[in-house]
């Protein structure tokens, strides 16, 4: 890999905006690769990814499919095939590397201390097992409880989420639950042993939009009754901006930008979050205004280019100055607030401003 | 002679029916010529168990002569086979199940050669330590005393005779056995002696239409009993191959009290020296010996083994595979009818390791092609048709070598009074056939394109011959048109008189070893109608008058000398029929049988002189 | 569940009914006169013919054979040779027999085929695939595969007389096979189908486990597997407790088509082994033209096929809860 600038690992304070509330990081992310090997080659799924979360709060990360961002959540899970994947860098949890931890641990840690969300309730529960089983089986496993404590476990987890009648509904199967019951009790699965960390991947994405907001409600409400910190993976920027207190947006299994929730939204840096920006609708805003998708797609993870892997598709390569080469060389995303461009801060901050921000208003 | 199961397997449980047709119709009404002496040939590869004509004789040999055996010679118990030893179990491995068990219902080999161990008649077929064949009184005391010119026959039953319930066998039983042949149920058995009674061909039934049942009973005229022990057959025309017909398993004894007419052929008593223990349809039979049976009043079954073992369901290769392992159970087993399989035979054949345990000799069938003279008129065409078909090619579709020998005549080998040699169109020398001259043959009627309807059914190994047949055909100029039917209704469709066939497979047995059984029932000229036997539809004047003048021939020996002439002149002149192949069967039984012979008169292993070779012994 | 059972239970007897219909009147489509087997094949006189057909019940008009012949099944028949209680198949003409006698005779031997098999190749066919799932990419996954498919398309009419060669007539390691009743001693029954079970299974067990492993590889790829080993559930209880359980959809529907026509008759396995059942049954009325034992044995493995069918569903809800039976 080519940087001009490479990543430096450990904490950086200074860039920390002096608004967030200081926090000794509960997950660090540390350049963390993953790779499959397929048929065709090496997919470089998630390329030199950095980020940390501390307790308590909520990281959002969003970007567009195939940017890398479920692949690298799973990877703190240690879902991945070991065969057929290759991970490195590091993952530290309360500083334990969980990229060279052994099965066994990650059995430990999954479902107890770190625990996920996913997208589609339906698929993701099991067809052949109640809920009270499914959201019962954790907690026997992890907490050593006995099979009716387990069971009030579930059925108190259920009424925690808002399922009505969870006595009766313990004994149900997914299919007899409606998609936002499905989620919820989706979430109760996950929160059945008090997690430090929630990974909740696309959890609002198969859901209605009213359903969506109840169950980011929801979300915030466990996250403030447990202090547990959340990971949100999501494509949909009103999502993070309701929920998140920090983002990061990735793009091509790297992660281009990165700030607390204001700062990302309301003076993004980074050519593809002003194209999100540019492509999410807006509540209040002019009906009339047309949503200006990014043209182009993203690059093949086959064969990234070398440089900049957004330039093909940015609007602004011509103006990066000529000592850098967006074809060849790669931009860095510095620690704290910043983006992975090689437009200077300045010429960012006058695009924004002059040609970007009069589209979004 | 019953032996009815074609060589090849596929159409094992076809043929039989298919031939029976052919060989029961219109057999009636003809007068036999006395056979008191047939020379018969005596062929078996390799006997088992020490047997005294054990030696390799592949083609046949003439050797013995038949002879109806009289008081001295019926009296028994069997002569004893060298070396035998009583006990144990005989294993047999049979392809096809017996439908039936009632006597007069039984006429096909895979039923009658089960049946020989457990029903007695007036007469029996006895083969020797020598390899004669002679006619014995089984029941009676002899084979037959005869009067007013063999139209009279007297039998005088033994004493010491039982069924397998204990009572005796008298001659109430025997006349039961006669009158109940012409019951509407009976349809399966032979027919001799109900149309010979009666001197009616078709109609005989007529005789007695009820049967015993509706409480009438055949007239003295016909049949009497005088006494406990005394049978008289009286006919209108000469019988003289009565004794034979006799012999037939079809014609053995039903008890009269036992008779449960359409139940008994589920469960028949029995007069042999085996009953039937346990009889599963399709899979088993147990066969266990009749403890009313006594050795000292049977000439004809020595009836060594204490139980048979017969299991169905064994196709050819099975039962080849399971004989050439000779293990465990197969080292005492037989088979009947599985004769080598196609795809092993020809192996088996030339390993000396198996050559002990080889039986091989003709069946009685001769696999012809008919020529309707009917249609066919021109002396040259059915000339040409003999000469193109190919042997070689018929032969091939029946499994070679193994399932046949190339035939010259109409004959079987097993018949005597042949020439052995006899092959008029040189057709055995060059089995391929004589396209060249069939084609001048044609030329010279001016006849090339000439169009032939050839009939055949659907087995495969019939269709196979017939392509065969076809191609030769066409390549010396003939235009065929062939056409195939099922197999059962095959000899229906070609006894049709007006078929509009023109050439079509016959394959005919001999049902005793006579020509008597051969020539008139398929060419006598006076018989052609719907659903007779003369296939040909050959009517000559010389045939004719040579067939009435044969059966009153006295000695059997002149008589076979012209049956055989005879033949010659329907193949030869007349042209009425190719002969093509002559069937074989080899068979290879288990290495702890003993006295495993070939038996001409059925067609198979001999069943009455089987022993199981004894540990230590 | 009741109420599944009975609906499915008509729809199969409709479907029964229609099977009947349809290969009775092709049956007698097909120009073979049955009463020429009967009457001893040209012996008979046309008046002859006449009184056998109509013993046989064939001289009325199709339709009529086809009603007597329905209500023979309820109420049995008379014939002439015989009686044949109901519920009445037909009458064989050849043997003097009611079908269903010869029917229940062969069944045992068909059934104890059948059983033997499945047992041998669930288990092992099960087995295998879940060894060559669990071991995905490894030289035992691929040495599994390999040799199933190998195996899966090799042939009962091969592998018979090959194994029948090996194991039994040139080494004597097993018995001859055969059958004999479990009643008159189960180590018989038992020694005399080992070899058709084993080889019966080989096929079976083959496909099975070339079956099982695939079904288990794409349960394994379910999101709800992977939502299982999110919760940090151990290697084994996911395989067993979730992917496994998926993966028995498909095998159980292949199971019932198998079941159903095994117990229809595995005529070349019954052929090779020389096993009366209900395959050679079905074989032998072919070549002997006997359309009465032919009809009844389709009707029974018919009956068969949609019995298991039923059962096969029954096991779906079994297994799926989100399958109703209703």
Known sequence: MTTTQPAAPGPEVTGRPATEPAAEPFLSVRDLRVRFGTEDGVVKAVDGLSFDVARGRTLGIVGESGSGKSVANQAILGLHNPKATDITGQILLEGEDLVTARERRMEQLRGNKIAIIFQDPLTSLSPYHTVGQQIAEPFRKHRGAGRREARERAVEMLAKVGIPHPARRVDDYPHQFSGGMRQRVMIAMALVCDPDLLIADEPTTALDVTVQAQILDLLLELQQEFGSAIIMITHDLGVVSRVSDDILVMYAGRAVERGTVHDVLSRPQHPYTWGLLGSMPRLGGDVGKELVSIPGAPPSLLDPPSGCPFAPRCTFRDEVPDNLSCADDRPALPDGRGAACHLTGERRTVLFTERIRPRLL | MTGTTSHNERAGAKEPMSKRTAHRRRTAGVALALAGALVLSACSGGGGGGEPEGEDSAGPEQSAAITFGDEAASTGPAEEVPGATPGGTVN???????????????????????????????????????????????????????????????????????????????????????????????????????????????????????????????????????????????????????????????????????????????????????????????????????????AASDPARNAYPDRYEITFGHTREDTTARLMADNGENQTTVTFNNGLDAGQGPAVVEDPQYQDRLVDGYQPYVWSLAINQQTVTDRRIREAIALAVPLNGVRAAYGGALGGEYAGSLISPLLPGREDDYDPFGKVANPQGDIAGARALLEEADAVGYELNYVHHTAPEDQQAAIAVENALEEAGFDVNRSEVPPETYYDTIGVVDSGFDIYRSSWGADWLSGSTVVPPQYDGRQIADGASNYAHLDDEHVNSEIDRILLIEDPDQAATEWFELSKYVVEDAVASVPVIYYRQTMLHGSLIGGAVFNDDVGTIDMQRLYVIQDGS | MLRFLLRRSLGALAILLLISAVTFFLFYAIPRNPALLACGKGVCTQEQLAVVEHNLGIDKPIPQQYWEYMVGIFAGREFPAGSCPAPCLGFSFRDNRPVLDTILDRLPTTLSLAAGGVVVFLVLGLGFGMVAAWRRGTLTDRTVSSTSLVLSSAQIYFLGPLALALLVYNNQILSQPGYFPITEGPGAWFAGLLLPWLVLSTIFTAQYTRLSRAALIEQLQEDHVRTARAKGMGRRTVFFRYAWRGSLIPIVTVLGIDMGSLIGGAMITEQTFALPGLGRLAVDSVTQSNLPMLMGVMLFAALMIVVFNIIVDACYALIDPRVRLA
Do not use: C
């Open chain 2, 92 to 294: 047999v491995l049979q392809e096809t199940a017996p439908d039936h068990l009632d006597p007069a219902q039984v006429y096909v080999s895979h039923e009658s050669n089960i049946t020989r161990l457990l029903h007695r008649g007036l007469t029996a077929v006895r083969l020797d330590n020598e390899g004669n064949y002679s006619v014995l009184g089984d029941l009676a005391t002899d084979a037959g005393q005869v009067s007013d010119e063999g139209r009279t026959w007297t039998y005088t039953l033994k004493e010491d005779i039982y069924f397998n319930d204990g009572s005796p066998i008298t001659s109430a039983d025997i006349r039961h056995s006669v009158e109940r042949l012409f019951a509407d149920f009976i349809t399966q058995g032979p027919s001799y002696l109900q149309r010979w009674l009666a001197n009616e061909p078709e109609t005989y039934r007529e005789l007695l239409p009820d049967g015993p049942y509706g409480g009438e009973h055949l007239p003295d005229s016909v049949l009497e009993t005088p006494d406990e022990r005394t049978v008289i057959f009286h006919f209108e025309q000469p019988q003289n191959d009565l004794p034979y017909a006799l012999s037939m398993p079809g014609y053995a004894v039903v008890s009269a009290e036992g008779d449960t007419q359409e139940a008994y052929d589920q469960e028949p008593m029995t007069s042999g020296p085996y009953q039937i223990e346990e009889f599963r349809p399709g899979r088993s039979m147990t066969l266990t010996r009749n403890e009313y049976w006594e």
